[in-house]
């Protein structure tokens, strides 16, 4: 009966040290998982565009979308900037990013689940940012940039209903927070 006894002991000692090894390379995998995932985000960010904001109320921003439309697709294809900002709009946008938007988006350039917001008028123009916030499930099927940026932070930013207003209004403090004026 002892023989048997330690049998087992030895047995279930065997399948503990098992199931821990396992666990150990579970947890290595996933740790490397989120590390590749951070670093392949963050990197997108090294080759960013710089520009400036003109004053005019036109949006002859230059910056493109990898070989796509500029202005994204969607209806927003003319939006008419303020100068200076809209202090109100800048206000009303604030308060739809800090309820909708910054779980996922960060003020800086850090990427959270989606990218940093820093430099985004600078990179897209004001046309495209409308577009991909009230139209983001055609945009990302079918606008290389948008595209581009699903395969780098590997997320799909859901549709957040966004009406025309609260659109024009977080444009206007992404604008504020470019430091535009």
Known sequence: MAQFYRLFQTDYSSTIKSTSMNQK????????????AMVACNSAGDDKKTG??????????????????????GPHQNVQLTH????????????????KCQGCHKLTDEKVTGPGWKGVTDRRTPEWIMNFVTNVDEMIEKDPAAQKMLEECMVRMPNQNLSEADARATLEFMRKNDGKN
């Open 84 to 99: 200076p900002l809209d202090e109100k709009m800048v206000a009303a946008g604030k308060s739809v990013y800090d309820v």
């Open 25 to 36: 390379r579970i947890l290595l995998f996933s740790l490397a998982a989120a590390v590749t």
């Open 52 to 73: 400036s904001d003109t004053g005019t109320t036109n949006t002859n921003n230059t910056a493109t979308n990898d070989a796509g439309n500029p202005k994204g697709i």
